[in-house]
């Protein structure tokens, strides 16, 4: 569905991706693992039009979608997850779904947001939409707490309800697992599988938690200085020499050759 083709992103001198060539298959959920440094969240920018590239290139079912703006990857269901933003904080966890029509591009939130005549007329709708999310998500009983006070991992499930109230069909999360509660991230780990099983969703995860990229991803793909080193199942990830090599000294060693997905 996504090919990188010989990606480059350079800052000034330095290659944070550096010629990275990978392939996410449609309706997969693909773990984008790596030490610290290793280039990931660059190449997440690059591809989700964050970030232009220095070279190299990005096909979306074949079509050349390099250097596209983050709007022009939305209308075609190409989306990566940000944290709420801070002048969401007040607003409801209800409102903050239904601030997110299907088909509305994130440059397009404020001017709806000032013609509330539009909001109104659409508002039944988008409530019942947004129901439905938060019920799929099982932070129904959080719709009308303040966006600002729920918990990280309920952050993390209503950036993903964020998804869902557009027409998403490629998804990218970064460290969705950081600092959540193993409850929530077992119900964030089981909302993104039923997305990809019952939805078609496509998902491209990082994360350094293993036990979670071994519970829902497959392949996984893993990096190191700007370069794909290896993809396959997280146990042939853990058993490929160059992975245990580029993790040796980060500390992560443990975690990638024990535990997790086996
Ligand atoms: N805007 C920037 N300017 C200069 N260097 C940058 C910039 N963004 C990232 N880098 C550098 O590029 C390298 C890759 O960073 P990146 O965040 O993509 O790695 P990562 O694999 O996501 O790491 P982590 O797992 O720690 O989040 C790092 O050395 C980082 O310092």
Same mark, same amino acid.
């Given at each position: 569905m996504? !090919?990188? #083709?010989?990606?480059?992103?350079?800052?000034?001198?330095?290659?944070?991706?550096?010629?990275?060539?990978? @392939? +996410? &298959?449609?309706?997969?959920?693909?773990g984008l693992i790596g030490p610290n440094g290793a280039g990931k969240t660059t190449l997440f920018n690059v591809i989700a039009g964050v970030l232009k590239p220095t070279s190299g290139k990005v096909l979306m079912a074949g079509e050349d979608i390099t250097g596209l703006e983050p709007h022009e990857l939305f209308d075609k269901g190409l989306l990566r997850t940000f944290q709420i933003a801070h002048e969401f904080a007040?607003?409801?966890?209800?409102?903050?779904?239904?601030?997110?029509?299907?088909?509305?591009?994130?440059?397009?939130?404020?001017?709806?947001?000032?013609?509330?005549?539009?909001?109104? !007329?659409? #508002?039944?709708?988008?409530?019942?939409?947004?129901?439905?999310?938060?019920?799929?998500?099982?932070?129904? @009983? +959080? &719709?009308?707490e303040k966006a600002g006070n729920i918990s990280g991992g309920q952050k993390k499930l209503l950036e993903l309800g964020r998804t869902m109230m557009t027409d998403a069909r490629i998804v990218f999360l970064d460290e969705v697992g950081a600092g959540v509660n193993r409850t929530l991230l077992n119900t964030i780990a089981d909302a993104i599988v039923r997305l990809n099983q019952e939805r078609g969703y496509t998902f491209v995860v990082i994360e350094h938690d293993m036990d979670f990229i071994g519970r829902?991803?497959?392949?996984?793909?893993?990096?190191?200085?700007?370069?794909?080193?290896?993809?396959?199942?997280?146990?042939?990830?853990?058993?490929? #020499?160059?992975?245990?090599?580029?993790?040796?000294?980060?500390?992560?060693?443990?975690?990638?050759?024990?535990g997790a997905g086996a």
């Open positions: 996504i !090919q990188v #083709e010989n990606l480059h992103k350079h800052f000034g001198g330095f290659h944070a991706v550096d010629g990275a060539t990978l @392939h +996410i &298959a449609e309706k997969s959920i693909t007040s607003m409801t966890v209800r409102e903050n779904l239904m601030m997110v029509p299907p088909g509305q591009s994130g440059e397009n939130l404020w001017s709806t947001w000032f013609h509330r005549a539009r909001i109104a !007329q659409e #508002e039944a709708t988008l409530r019942r939409k947004a129901d439905e999310v938060l019920e799929f998500l099982t932070i129904d @009983h +959080i &719709a009308d829902i991803c497959d392949p996984v793909i893993c990096m190191a200085e700007g370069k794909v080193l290896a993809e396959g199942s997280l146990d042939e990830i853990k058993a490929n #020499e160059q992975v245990i090599e580029a993790y040796l000294g980060t500390g992560l060693k443990n975690k990638v050759t024990a």
